[in-house]
């Protein structure tokens, strides 16, 4: 079983992309982060040909994730429960996979701006009640994944330039901890249970030449719960999709099951 999470920075503008990489990447779960479109714009019909059913919660402009998937997905929640959010962030769903259900939280995390402002305050208390969420989310279905575009670079190696970037967006020891937090309730980095080449980076900014000059970050991940680590057999990021004309400032990363 293979499921990914590709942050696509509009589907209207990258709905072909992903169709194209559909094509040659059959996965069985896809998850999309900041759809930029409302639910009754989601191209339900064009992906449904592809073979994959889609539970969305969009939004207008910005925001917005979605789950793709080859089998029936059920008990579909979108946001944090008991959180208060205007924006659509979080969407989660139950899928069959190899061993038995498989809870698949994706999520677009904040980006937080800058340190010291009030969107990083945002994403501090988003960050909380996200961990308080999983908790509840993991004593009803251990087997879980979370993924997604997290805008945290959770260790030195995940940045191209972590001494000149120390303390800023992405790289704050306040989000490095959130990050900690969340392993801690039992979850583990898919993409690190492998070696990977030095400088693995998912996300570059279009910017200064960013893809060209592989100054990038780590911040597009794949968090397993215990009972899966046994199963990863692979977590890959696959940058071809970066260099297409008009592409996604994201790679798609996937994780294999079994």
Not at 53 to 74: D, H
Not at 86 to 95: D, K, L, M, N, P
Not at 173 to 181: C, G, L, P, S
Request: proline share 6%; with cysteine; net charge negative.
């Amino acid at each position: 079983m293979k499921i990914t999470t590709w942050n696509v920075n509009s589907l209207t503008a990258r709905l072909q992309h992903v169709l194209d990489w559909l094509a040659a990447h059959p996965v069985d779960v896809l998850a999309l982060q900041e759809l930029k479109l409302t639910d009754d714009k989601f191209p339900f019909d064009a992906l449904r040909e592809a073979g994959y059913e889609a539970a969305v919660f969009g939004q207008k402009t910005y925001n917005g994730v979605a789950l793709l998937s080859r089998a029936p997905l059920g008990e579909v929640v979108r946001n944090i429960a008991g959180f208060h959010d205007e924006s659509a962030r979080v969407i989660a769903g139950t899928v069959e996979g190899p061993g038995g259900p498989l809870r698949v939280v994706n999520g677009y995390f904040v980006n937080g701006q800058a340190p010291d402002t009030e969107k990083f305050e945002y994403k501090m208390s988003w960050l909380r009640a996200l961990r308080e969420g999983l908790r509840e989310e993991l004593a009803a279905h251990p087997r879980l994944v979370l993924l997604g575009d997290f805008n945290i670079a959770p260790e030195d190696r995940d940045s191209h330039d972590p001494v000149g970037l120390a303390e800023t967006i992405h790289h704050t020891t306040a989000e490095r901890d959130h990050f900690k937090a969340l392993l801690g309730l039992g979850l583990t980095d898919a993409f690190r249970l492998f070696e990977q080449p030095a400088k693995s980076f998912s996300w570059w900014d279009y910017r200064q030449l960013g893809y060209q000059k592989n100054r990038g970050l780590r911040i597009d991940h794949i968090l397993v719960s215990a009972p899966l680590v046994p199963q990863v057999s692979a977590c890959d990021i696959d940058r071809a999709p970066r260099k297409w004309p008009k592409p996604s400032d994201h790679a798609p990363v996937t994780m294999t099951l079994g």
